[in-house]
C-alpha cells in the first residue's frame, strides 16, 4: 500500500522553527515529486513547496525565505524546514505525492497530515 | 495566481440523491482542474483529474465535466461514505491553487 506519514509537528513560539518530516512508503519514493500543502483551520488547502525526483524546488511565495524542503531518497523521506514561523503558518501540513515530476499536476497519495500551531 | 470558488459552501443532502458542486476559476484553465474528497482525520482523496477522469479505484456514480473557467462535479446517487468535503484544484498554472472547499452533509 502506497503511504506517506507526516511528524513533527507541534505547538511553537511566533519566530521560532520546526522540522517537519514525511515517510513514504509502498512506492518508489525517489521517483517521484512531492508536495507540501498546508489547511488553515477553517480554510482551504494551500500550496506551500514543491521538490522534483531530481530536487529542483518551488516555493509559495508566502514562505519563499523561510521554508525549505529537502529530500533523502536513501531513507525514503521528504522534510520541511520551517523558520520564522508566524501566526499565519497556523496550520495542518500535508505531504503529497504529484501525479508525475512536475510542479504543475495533481497530487494522488496523500498523508493524513501533522499540526503546527503557531501561539505563544 | 488563479481563484477557484466553489459553490455551495455547504450542501445538504439525503442518501440516493444526486448532487453537483461547482467550481470557477478566475482565469480560464482548459481542462486542468481535479477534485479531492476530505474527511477529518483522513488524508485527502483523489477522485478526479483533468476535467472528467475518474482517478483509478474511485466509484463510477462520480463524475465531473466542465472546461475553460466552469466546473462540475457530480454524485449520481449518494451513499453514506460520500459526506465529507469536496474541494477543486487547478493545475493550469503555477502555483497551483484550490477552492474553499464545500462541506456536503446529511439531510
Known amino acids: ?120 | 495566481d488563479i481563484q477557484m470558488t466553489q459553490s455551495p459552501s455547504t450542501l445538504s443532502a439525503s442518501v440516493g440523491d444526486r448532487v453537483n458542486i461547482t467550481c470557477r476559476a478566475s482565469q480560464s484553465i482548459s481542462g486542468w482542474l481535479a477534485w479531492y474528497q476530505q474527511k477529518p482525520g483522513k488524508a485527502p482523496k483523489l477522485l478526479i483529474y483533468k476535467a472528467s477522469n475518474l482517478e483509478s479505484g474511485v466509484p463510477s456514480r462520480f463524475s465531473g465535466r466542465g472546461s475553460g473557467t466552469e466546473f462540475t462535479l457530480t454524485i449520481s446517487s449518494l451513499q453514506p461514505d460520500d459526506f465529507a468535503t469536496y474541494c477543486c484544484q487547478q493545475y493550469d498554472s503555477s502555483p497551483i491553487t484550490f477552492g474553499q472547499g464545500t462541506r456536503l452533509e446529511i439531510k
Open chain 1, 1 to 120: 500500500e502506497m503511504q506517506l506519514v507526516e511528524s513533527g509537528g507541534g505547538l511553537v513560539q511566533p519566530g521560532g522553527s520546526l522540522r517537519l518530516s514525511c515517510a513514504a512508503s509502498g512506492f518508489t519514493f525517489s521517483s517521484y515529486a512531492i508536495n507540501w500543502v498546508r489547511q488553515a483551520p477553517g480554510k482551504g488547502l494551500e500550496w506551500v513547496s514543491y521538490i522534483s525526483s531530481g530536487s529542483s524546488t518551488y516555493y509559495a511565495d508566502s514562505v519563499k525565505g523561510r521554508f525549505t524542503i529537502s529530500r533523502d531518497n536513501a531513507e525514503n523521506s521528504l522534510f520541511l524546514q520551517m523558520n520564522s514561523l508566524g501566526v499565519e503558518d497556523t496550520a495542518v501540513y500535508y505531504c503529497a505525492r504529484a501525479y508525475y515530476d512536475n510542479n504543475v499536476v495533481p497530487s494522488d497519495v496523500w498523508g493524513k497530515g501533522t499540526t503546527v500551531t503557531v501561539s505563544s
